[in-house]
């Protein structure tokens, strides 16, 4: 099934579940950044900032070190909390046998704590990176953080449960623009999309399409 049609689904769960208010509080949010004028993320032929950050289990990862065994698909996600985002990664998992083939390999960045990374990872069955930017350092250098106001942070943590200060093990309410690149191994970007409506999401066989053209 394309990822399109898991995450019309996803959305039509969210709808039957999620209290009203809390609803129109997110759609609110999400309509701002579209309205905003902002533009987010890296573009083709842009050069893609350089990092180092954990794995789950601590081990340091460094972006160009990853290039100089292929080009990378890089996501950034919200994190394991987020349905939207666990459909993206079951199908890009599902996907990683195809993206091998074509000599890259698949990194994936939330602001998640390290130890909650290991638990989406072991749940979810990933055996590609999935990475800790628990300050949104790397996703601010890639043109994707945003704060989350005021409203929105009350509603997710009041009405929804979701204290991302507590679950990225951080001081700030900030998350990623969920994003997807193709970066070759010179480091430049060769397909990027970026979507303030995290309810979509590239789908892999985009990905897969772009690569066979490296």
Same mark, same amino acid.
């Given at each position: 099934?394309?990822?399109?049609? $898991? =995450? ?9 579940? /999620? !209290?009203?208010?809390?609803? +129109?509080? &997110? ?5 701002? @950044?579209?309205? *905003?004028?902002?533009v987010f993320g890296l ?9 180092? =950050?954990? #794995?789950?289990?601590?081990?340091q990862v460094t972006l ?8 990378? /698909?890089?996501?950034? %996600? ?7 985002? #666990? ?5 890009? @998992?599902?996907?990683l046998p195809e993206i091998?083939? $074509?000599?890259?390999?698949?990194? +994936?960045? *939330? !602001?998640?704590?390290?130890? #909650?990374?290991? *638990? ?6 990933? &055996? ?9 350092? /790397? +996703?601010?250098? %890639? ?7 005021? %409203? ?14 507590? %679950? #990225? ?11 997807? =690149? ?6 430049? /970007? ?16 985009? &990905? &897969? ?6």
């Amino acid at each position: 099934m394309p990822v399109r049609d $898991q =995450l019309e689904q996803t959305k039509a769960g969210f709808i039957a579940k /999620v !209290p009203g208010e809390a609803q +129109a509080d &997110i759609f609110r949010h999400i309509k701002e @950044q579209q309205l *905003s004028g902002a533009v987010f993320g890296l573009h083709e032929g842009d050069k893609a900032p350089d990092f180092t =950050l954990p #794995n789950p289990l601590g081990e340091q990862v460094t972006l160009y070190d990853e290039l100089a065994k292929g080009p990378v /698909v890089f996501i950034f %996600y919200r994190g394991g909390w987020c349905p939207f985002c #666990n459909v993206q990664l079951r199908a890009y @998992q599902q996907c990683l046998p195809e993206i091998r083939k $074509q000599g890259a390999q698949l990194l +994936a960045v *939330s !602001p998640q704590s390290p130890d #909650n990374s290991l *638990s989406q990872k072991e749940k979810e069955k990933l &055996i590609f990176q999935v990475l800790s930017d628990t300050n949104g350092l /790397v +996703a601010e250098s %890639y043109n994707l953080l945003f704060e989350l106001p005021d %409203y929105l942070q009350h509603t997710l943590k009041h009405t929804l449960g979701l204290d991302l200060g507590v %679950y #990225n093990r951080t001081d700030r309410w900030v998350l990623p623009v969920p994003a997807a =690149l193709i970066i070759d191994q010179a480091g430049f /970007v060769r397909f990027a999309e970026a979507d303030p409506d995290f309810m979509k999401r590239t789908e892999p066989q985009t &990905i &897969i399409g772009e690569l066979k053209k490296l």
